[in-house]
T-cell receptor, first 114, second 112 residues
Framework: AQSVTQPDIHITVSEGASLELRCNYS??????LFWYVQSPGQGLQLLLK??????LVQGIKGFEAEFKRSQSSFNLRKPSVHWSDAAEYFC????????????FGGGTRVLVKP | DAEITQSPRHKITETGRQVTLACHQT?????MFWYRQDLGHGLRLIHY???????NKGEVSDGYSVSRSNTEDLPLTLESAASSQTSVYFC???????????FGPGTRLTVL
């Protein structure tokens, strides 16, 4: 069965500092990987996704993620965070073996200090 | 622009009542999904559909049902609401050839 682990429940970062959110997945075939962001009271918005090709993926709002097959990881990074990046972030995995279903991690809540 | 909407956005009901949450998408996507979001659990799949007349159970389907009579809508019904079903519910949709899911704004349901 597929699964996603986001080891950090909460992360606090200062505005202007770099951010890295960890995501580890378990999937028995070629994974399709996603990062979503959820602002308070809102739905989930896609930040970026990886299906194949270049393992460094660029997304919206200045985010990027790197797929590392050997580590079963898909970590999300941003070089310099803005106060508006305070939100909850979800990693998800899917693929052909799972039909069109995605499995989500428990989420990481990011707080941004001024 | 295409979108996915949910109604109502907030709902308070009593234990034992039947409740239906609406989900409507104008993407013309074949696939639709219902999730619940609870603290500490992330998003958990309740039911999903790959097309008209197709419905499938997810990991937390007990006490919920769905029906798919057209491409645009997948209503979620709680047959007899329980306090354990107090949660935020999200609907999502995707194309068959793409695994990217697009989410609605959510419905906050409180069962008293």
């Amino acid at each position: 069965a597929q699964s996603v682990t986001q080891p950090d429940i909460h992360i606090t970062v200062s505005e202007g500092a770099s951010l890295e959110l960890r995501c580890n997945y378990s999937y028995g075939a070629t994974p399709y990987l996603f990062w979503y962001v959820q602002s308070p009271g809102q739905g989930l918005q896609l930040l970026l996704k990886y299906f194949s090709g270049d393992t460094l993926v660029q997304g919206i709002k200045g985010f990027e993620a790197e797929f590392k097959r050997s580590q079963s990881s898909f970590n999300l990074r941003k070089p310099s965070v803005h106060w508006s990046d305070a939100a909850e972030y979800f990693c998800a995995v899917g693929g052909r073996a799972a039909g069109n279903k995605l499995t989500f991690g428990g989420g990481t809540r990011v707080l941004v200090k001024p | 622009d295409a979108e996915i909407t949910q109604s109502p956005r907030h709902k308070i009901t009593e234990t034992g009542r039947q409740v239906t949450l609406a989900c409507h998408q104008t993407w013309n996507h074949n696939n639709m999904f219902w999730y619940r979001q609870d603290l500490g659990h992330g998003l958990r799949l309740i039911h999903y559909s790959y097309g008209v007349q197709d419905t499938n159970k997810g990991e937390v389907s007990d006490g919920y049902s769905v029906s798919r009579s057209n491409t645009e809508d997948l209503p979620l019904t709680l047959e007899s609401a329980a306090s354990s079903q107090t949660s935020v519910y999200f609907c999502a949709s995707s194309e068959s050839k793409d695994y990217t899911q697009y989410f609605g704004p959510g419905t906050r349901l409180t069962v008293l």
